[in-house]
């Protein structure tokens, strides 16, 4: 094959897999919403199986149930007619994944779950199948052709299965007022969990600074506050201690060019009035986007009263590695 043929065949088959989500829509209907239902209603585990490829998709389906709030484990049908059957149990719902619907290991294990008491879910691309019928609901992920050009191995199907399956995760994730909080109990190690779990207040111990000037204090005892502090800036406040601007170190440098007599002004002067600033209770990455928007580096910390309780830095948040 030259490229012409290969680009052409490579986007064919993201042609016919887009096509078989798009079909979806119809299996995004009363079943589906009833499926939400259940699902958040049971005591017990989202349990996943599927044969081959469809053991794969049901495998990711599981991690992203378990990732989003809905506890889930990927049960090899394999293995479970040699004894997992057993971590199945009345309170349980089993979802069974198959293209035709008469997956040998699949169908050997219903009368089990049957007798178990776990309820059946079946993904199937055959709604007259074997596995529709013996189950207690069941989308249909039928699609009408498979992206291999020979037709014989999964493609657009197990795309379609995986597709669905997600637009459940999510569901159920909405539906239960999922909150990044939440997902972040679930990531907890690398970067991710650092984004999703460090604290602004977190950051702020790094230095434990709190650089305050009254605004009616000359531009001098500002910059000694601000050496003392080894911070880049400092907090403004007036009379009742609330923070009404900042001073950093590059509003000193251009003010310089300006003002001959630039020690003897007052903070309120040459202060950036009303700043942006940001509770001690919010998430670091909420500060670093913040920063970034505004292009600062430097972001006051204030409590309830807007009372500035400390200061971060961006090359604190840098450290911290919340990014």
Do not use: W
């Amino acid at each position: 094959m030259n490229s012409k043929k290969i680009k052409r065949q490579a986007r064919r088959v993201l042609d016919i897999e887009a096509e078989a989500i798009r079909n979806l829509s119809d299996s995004i209907n009363g079943t589906f919403v009833e499926l939400v239902e259940v699902i958040l209603e049971c005591p017990g585990r989202v349990i996943m199986t599927g044969m081959g490829k469809s053991g794969l998709i049901a495998q990711k389906l599981s991690a992203t149930f378990s990732s989003t709030g809905t506890p889930s484990f990927f049960l090899h049908p394999g293995e479970a007619i040699h004894g997992d059957l057993g971590m199945v149990t009345a309170k349980d719902i089993v979802f069974a994944l198959s293209n035709s619907g008469e997956t040998k290991e699949i169908i050997e294990i219903l009368p089990v779950i049957k007798r178990i008491g776990a309820q059946i879910i079946a993904l199937t691309g055959d709604v007259n199948s074997t596995l529709a019928e013996n189950a207690d609901y069941y989308l249909d992920t039928s699609v009408e052709e498979e992206a291999c050009p020979l037709g014989l191995a999964p493609t657009a199907s197990t795309t379609a299965t995986l597709a669905l399956g997600d637009a459940l995760a999510v569901a159920l994730l909405e539906s239960k007022d999922f909150q990044p909080e939440d997902f972040a109990l679930y990531h907890p190690g690398g970067s991710l969990g650092k984004k999703l779990l460090l604290k602004v207040d977190d950051v702020m111990h790094v230095r434990e600074r709190n650089p305050v000037v009254n605004q009616k204090q000359p531009l001098k005892e500002v910059l000694f506050t601000m050496t003392s502090t080894q911070m880049g800036a400092a907090n403004i406040i007036d009379k009742d201690e609330k923070l009404v601007g900042i001073i950093t170190d590059g509003d000193v440098r251009r003010q310089l060019e300006e003002s001959p007599d630039l020690l003897k002004l007052s903070a309120q002067k040459i202060m950036s009035a009303n700043p942006t600033a940001i509770t001690a209770d919010k998430l670091a990455v909420e500060a670093v986007k913040i920063m970034q928007d505004k292009e600062i580096n430097d972001l006051p910390v204030v409590d309830g009263d807007r009372k500035p309780i400390g200061m971060v830095n961006f090359q604190d948040l840098l450290k911290a590695g919340v990014f």
